[in-house]
């Protein structure tokens, strides 16, 4: 009986006149994910965010693999990107005035570094904000830097992460996806020390850390390049993930799914 009344009260709310501001309020949330959406196709480049992740991911971007037309963010994850690049703007602001209050820090022009001290195949494209943007030719990669810092006589690339109070709480250092992330800006520009920020999204606390990137983890984002370039090369795409997480938000999950999980023909 309990079900049919379900039921009952599921068709009652479906069929139930919308309030004005319910109304607008989804109209709002389509709106923002809309503009959330990313119509231009991704660079055939790669990308240090997924460097040591699903490499059938990084494949499918080298080769163009047509991206899911379904897939489309929520406005809550369009809100949590958004909130994430104000964060990192602000956050740089206060950096840049460090010096000003007498602290031995220094914000470094990264565009103004790499003609001091060129780093070969690594050409800076263009500023966005407070970020740079840059590319490597030898390894084809491309990435946003979030800053280069001069700390108390040290070169220091800035890594500026925002996450959620479940993350933030159980932080004791960087995660390796990032310390894979931050190696292959490390190949790039050359710095081997990274300042991480990590910020809890909803109060703003931050934990601090500094990384010594190894010459060993420096060959690790060189071998799964060479790996993936392989793959590409013989037309075989990489086997599947294990790792379900790394699928949530991956644009290509149709695209996967028609191939399956073995490595199989391009």
């Known amino acids: 009986m309990s079900k049919l009344k379900d039921l009952a009260k599921l068709i009652n709310n479906s069929t139930k006149e919308r309030t004005p501001a319910q109304k607008f309020g989804e109209l709002l949330e389509e709106t923002i994910s809309r503009n959330g959406q990313k119509n231009r196709p991704p660079?055939?480049?790669?990308?240090?965010?997924?460097i040591g992740g699903c490499m059938r991911k990084s494949y499918f971007q080298i080769v163009g693999a047509p991206l899911d037309e379904t897939q489309k963010p929520t406005a809550d994850l369009v809100g949590i990107w958004e909130s994430g690049t104000d964060r990192h703007e602000?956050?740089?602001?206060?950096?840049?005035?460090?010096k000003e209050h007498g602290f031995d820090v220094e914000w470094v022009d990264v565009e103004e570094f790499l003609k001091r001290r060129p780093v070969k195949g690594t050409i800076f494209k263009e500023k966005?904000?407070?970020e740079y943007k840059l590319y490597n030719s030898i390894l084809n990669i491309s990435f946003m830097c979030d800053g280069i810092i001069k700390f108390e006589g040290r070169y220091y690339i800035l890594e500026?992460?925002?996450e959620d109070q479940?993350?933030?709480?159980?932080?004791i250092g960087p995660t390796k996806k990032h310390i894979d992330q931050a190696a292959s800006y490390a190949i790039c520009l050359g710095i081997?020390?990274?300042m991480f920020i990590y910020e809890w999204r909803e109060y703003t606390s931050k934990h601090y850390f500094d990384y010594v990137i190894t010459d060993k983890e420096k060959e690790e984002v060189i071998h799964y390049i060479e790996t993936c370039e392989a793959h590409r090369e013989a037309e075989v795409v990489p086997k599947m993930t294990d790792?379900?997480?790394?699928c949530k938000y991956c644009?290509?999950?149709?695209?996967c799914s028609l191939i399956g999980e073995t490595e199989g023909l391009k």
Do not use: A, C, L, V
């Open 43 to 50: 660079s055939k480049t790669y990308k240090p965010s997924s």
């Open 90 to 98: 602000r956050i740089q602001n206060h950096i840049k005035t460090m």
């Open 128 to 130: 966005i904000g407070n």
């Open 160 to 162: 500026i992460k925002t």
């Open 166 to 171: 479940f993350k933030h709480k159980g932080r």
């Open 192 to 194: 081997d020390q990274i």
């Open 243 to 246: 790792k379900k997480s790394e």
């Open 251 to 255: 644009p290509y999950q149709e695209y």
